[in-house]
T-cell receptor, first 112, second 117 residues
Framework: AQTVTQSQPEMSVQEAETVTLSCTYD???????LFWYKQPPSRQMILVIR??????QNATENRFSVNFQKAAKSFSLKISDSQLGDAAMYFC?????????FGKGTRLSVIA | EPEVTQTPSHQVTQMGQEVILRCVPI?????FYWYRQILGQKVEFLVS????????KSEIFDDQFSVERPDGSNFTLKIRSTKLEDSAMYFC???????????????FGPGTRLTVL
């Protein structure tokens, strides 16, 4: 079975600063993917970034990047130059032989 | 840009009543999913559907639940006799390839908030 753990229920960051959200996971799969989803107040789930487990290079998408440590089963999300629109719930997720398994989420507040 | 749509956005029902939640996946997608998010909790997988049959389901997806693709565009989730604990946000998602160990992305709809009184 796969599990995803997000140990930070809430985080806050000053506008324009950088914040890192933590995620650890456990899986017995050799071929899997890791995701960060953003859920703003509208409750829609929006894919932020995706990492293939077989790739050593960390994925980046504009201001969003990950620190993927496969041996440690860690997959943290770094948001640079934080903006007010980044305020949301962030869910870490993995897929292997089953569809997405999500963590409990981290609520990110951005302070102007 | 194509997107997954869901109707209604909010459904209120009495305990014991049947509800049908509707989804229109992205048109060229072949895999369809339902997820549930009870308020304040994580998103949980319910069921996946491919080639007109259930491909995977979770323990949550018991005999009270059923899914159907009644035509070429809609994908529905039916709850036969709703319980108070069925109150949640229900998300539909679709992907063009199987979202397991493959290079795929699941596109989520905006969700249907179900309130059971």
């Amino acid at each position: 079975a796969q599990t995803v753990t997000q140990s930070q229920p809430e985080m806050s960051v000053q506008e324009a600063e950088t914040v890192t959200l933590s995620c650890t996971y456990d899986t017995s799969e050799s071929d899997y993917y890791l995701f960060w989803y953003k859920q703003p107040p509208s409750r829609q789930m929006i894919l932020v970034i995706r990492q293939e487990a077989y790739k050593q290079q960390n994925a980046t998408e504009n201001r969003f990047s990950v620190n993927f440590q496969k041996a440690a089963k860690s997959f943290s999300l770094k948001i640079s130059d934080s903006q007010l629109g980044d305020a949301a719930m962030y869910f870490c997720a993995t897929s292997g032989n089953t569809p997405l398994v999500f963590g409990k989420g981290t609520r990110l507040s951005v302070i102007a | 840009e194509p997107e997954v749509t869901q109707t209604p956005s909010h459904q209120v029902t009495q305990m014991g009543q049947e509800v049908i939640l509707r989804c229109v996946p992205i048109s060229n997608h072949l895999y369809f999913y339902w997820y549930r998010q009870i308020l304040g909790q994580k998103v949980e997988f319910l069921v996946s559907f491919y080639n007109n049959e259930i491909s995977e389901k979770s323990e949550i997806f018991d005999d009270q639940f059923s899914v159907e693709r009644p035509d070429g565009s809609n994908f529905t989730l039916k709850i036969r006799s709703t319980k108070l604990e069925d109150s949640a946000m229900y998300f539909c998602a679709s992907s063009d390839v199987r979202a397991s160990g493959s290079n795929s992305e699941q596109f989520f709809g905006p969700g249907t908030r179900l309130t059971v009184l």
